[in-house]
T-cell receptor, first 113, second 113 residues
Framework: NAGVTQTPKFRVLKTGQSMTLLCAQD?????MYWYRQDPGMGLRLIHY???????AKGEVPDGYNVSRLKKQNFLLGLESAAPSQTSVYFC????????????FGQGTRLTVV | AQSVTQLGSHVSVSEGALVLLRCNYS??????LFWYVQYPNQGLQLLLK??????LVKGINGFEAEFKKSETSFHLTKPSAHMSDAAEYFC???????????FGKGTMLLVSP
């Protein structure tokens, strides 16, 4: 059972380039999330989805877009990367009930130069 | 609204000493509370959670936490620290009716011989 898988694990981008981070979960979870982790800032929610075909903005959505065309996949896009988007990105998923935890992927380390 | 405050970005203990990591939360609705641990270059792993029922919750690796509603706290403790406990610890809250988890900024636990 793979759980939550993020692709790629590392990436270096030049300012202005675009890329898509892929998150896949095999637990049939309803909810999926994208967080970014920066030193001293904890985890901040970028976007999330409560079901296939739905997305919503989190705390820091600017500069990112997401799509959830299939229940098991949640894509995070950067249309024009900026150095401020250098971060570690985590995808997570959880069942639809409130009292359950989120399960995390291993993270994607993105550097924008 | 929901928020989490973790007191102390770094906590240092000696091996065998008591570990106490502090977490206070704010939630407009009854909360579900979580502690996660993150080892270097890895994703977040659930240590324990409080949903309903007993306010003293036991987790993995000998950790436990107590939900105190009157103090809006959910402090994490372990009677005797081990070198392998060195990691970053995150407290998170999900209010009833919320689909997202809000994380604190994290506390780095350093364990010295």
């Amino acid at each position: 059972n793979a759980g939550v898988t993020q692709t790629p694990k590392f990436r270096v981008l030049k300012t202005g380039q675009s890329m898509t981070l892929l998150c896949a979960q095999d637990m049939n979870h309803e909810y999926m999330y994208w967080y970014r982790q920066d030193p001293g800032m904890g985890l901040r929610l970028i976007h999330y989805s409560v079901g296939e075909g739905t997305t919503a903005k989190g705390e820091v959505p600017d500069g990112y877009n997401v799509s959830r065309l299939k229940k098991q996949n949640f894509l995070l896009g950067l249309e024009s990367a900026a150095p401020s988007q250098t971060s570690v990105y985590f995808c997570a998923s959880s069942p639809g009930s409130m009292n359950t935890e989120a399960f995390f992927g291993q993270g994607t380390r993105l550097t924008v130069v | 609204a929901q928020s989490v405050t973790q007191l102390g970005s770094h906590v240092s203990v000696s091996e065998g000493a008591l570990v106490l990591l502090r977490c206070n939360y704010s939630s407009s609705v009854p909360p579900y509370l979580f502690w996660y641990v993150q080892y270097p270059n890895q994703g977040l792993q659930l240590l324990l959670k409080y949903t309903t029922g007993a306010t003293l919750v036991k987790g993995i690796n000998g950790f436990e936490a107590e939900f105190k509603k009157s103090e809006t706290s959910f402090h994490l403790t372990k009677p005797s620290a081990h070198m392998s406990d060195a990691a970053e610890y995150f407290c998170a809250v999900r209010g009833v009716g919320y689909s997202t988890l809000t994380f604190g900024k994290g506390t780095m636990l350093l364990v010295s011989p």
